[in-house]
């Protein structure tokens, strides 16, 4: 059973880092695209970044772009953010998912809070 879960999530101020990271289990990560969502309060999820199979593409909306950071270890099964230069309007619950090689399937973390004070 495909299991993700997230560490890494707290409070920090304004201008602040964190990393956040995914350990995977139940799979063969190595094939899957991976990548981090955020949820605010009364909202959808929302992509924040994702990373393909070989860390060949990733994708970063431009929200976030030039300040976090996805990247993974195939060998530890271990996918990473590195959020940097944060806003108060990051805070959110920041998701890791998982999606196998034909799509059909994403796989979901329990959430990790992060919140930036001004």
């Known amino acids: 059973q495909v299991q993700l879960v997230e560490s890494g999530g707290g409070l920090v101020h304004a201008g602040g880092s964190l990393r956040l990271s995914c350990a995977a289990s139940?799979?063969?990560?190595?094939?899957?695209?991976m990548g981090w969502f955020r949820q605010f309060p009364g909202k959808a999820r929302v992509l924040v970044a994702s990373?393909?199979?070989?860390?060949?593409?990733?994708y970063y909306p431009d929200s976030v772009k030039g300040r976090f950071t996805i990247s993974r270890d195939n060998a530890k099964n271990m996918v990473y953010l590195e959020a940097d230069s944060l806003e108060p309007e990051d805070t959110a619950v920041y998701y890791c998912?998982?999606?196998?090689?034909?799509?059909?399937?994403?796989?979901w973390g329990q959430g990790t809070q992060v919140t930036v004070s001004s």
């Open positions: 998912y998982a999606r196998d090689p034909s799509g059909a399937n994403m796989y």
């Open positions: 139940g799979g063969t990560f190595s094939d899957y695209g």
């Open positions: 990373i393909n199979w070989d860390s060949g593409n990733t």
